[in-house]
Antibody, heavy 122, light 107 residues
Framework: QVELVESGGDVVQPGGSLRLSCAAA????????MHWVRQAPGKGLEWVAI????????YYADSVKGRFTISRDNSKNTVYLQMNSLRAEDTAMYYC???????????????WGQGTLVTVSS | DIQMTQSPSSLSASVGDRVTITCRAS??????LNWYQQKPGKAPKLLIY???ILQGGVPSRFGGSGSGTDFTLTISTLQPEDFATYYC?????????FGGGTKVEVK
């Protein structure tokens, strides 16, 4: 069955960097766009970034543009989120999410990982 | 950006009740609307996509309707496992945006 396992979450100081990883299994990874979605403690869902199936296109939320980079290695069935210049407001659970399609739109989040927690605090 | 407005933000209901949650988009999104369920400490789960199509494995007591800017999620007969938070999401364009959520609580 489909499995998405995130890792890399940690406590980091403001201005610091972190790289999240998401290992995928149970499906043909290269056939799907992948997203990161985050959720601050006690808050709603916020979409962060998308990377198309072949890495040809990336898009970001304005709140992370220029600071975060999404990438993937289809040979390792893994998607990454490099986070730089971290701020307190980036504190959240970060979910790796599979898109139903290779090249959306539409954007359907059909499988979610369990998340990895990023805390930005001094 | 397309703004998604859900109402109510919370509701209290009993097992067996019919529950309706609404979601309004700030512009026409045709039927590009999805619904998710999230339980405490868990990742969200896709319930309905394209406004009215049930994701595989989702019980038939869940239903979705609407198009354009106004959408509805209905739970026909609330079950104990349905107490959770529900989010709508527009799948039409980037940035993908979610509604603020509706928490369904025990009355």
């Amino acid at each position: 069955q489909v499995e998405l396992v995130e890792s890399g979450g940690d406590v980091v100081q403001p201005g610091g960097s972190l790289r999240l990883s998401c290992a995928a299994a149970g499906f043909t990874f290269s056939n799907h766009a992948m997203h990161w979605v985050r959720q601050a403690p006690g808050k709603g869902l916020e979409w962060v970034a998308i990377l198309f199936h072949d890495g040809s296109n990336t898009y970001y939320a304005d709140s992370v543009k220029g600071r975060f980079t999404i990438s993937r290695d289809n040979s390792k069935n893994t998607v990454y989120l490099q986070m730089n210049s971290l701020r307190a407001e980036d504190t959240a659970m970060y979910y790796c999410v599979r898109d139903r399609y290779k090249n959306p739109p539409p954007y359907y989040f059909d499988f979610w990982g369990q998340g990895t927690l990023v805390t930005v605090s001094s | 950006d397309i703004q998604m407005t859900q109402s109510p933000s919370s509701l209290s209901a009993s097992v067996g009740d019919r529950v309706t949650i609404t979601c309004r988009a700030s512009q026409n999104i045709n039927a590009f609307l999805n619904w998710y369920q999230q339980k405490p400490g868990k990742a969200p789960k896709l319930l309905i996509y394209s406004a009215s199509i049930l994701q595989g494995g989702v019980p038939s007591r869940f239903g979705g309707s609407g198009s354009g800017t106004d959408f509805t999620l209905t739970i026909s007969t609330l079950q104990p496992e349905d107490f959770a938070t529900y989010y709508c999401q527009q799948s039409d364009s980037i940035p993908v945006t979610f509604g603020g959520g509706t928490k369904v609580e025990v009355k």
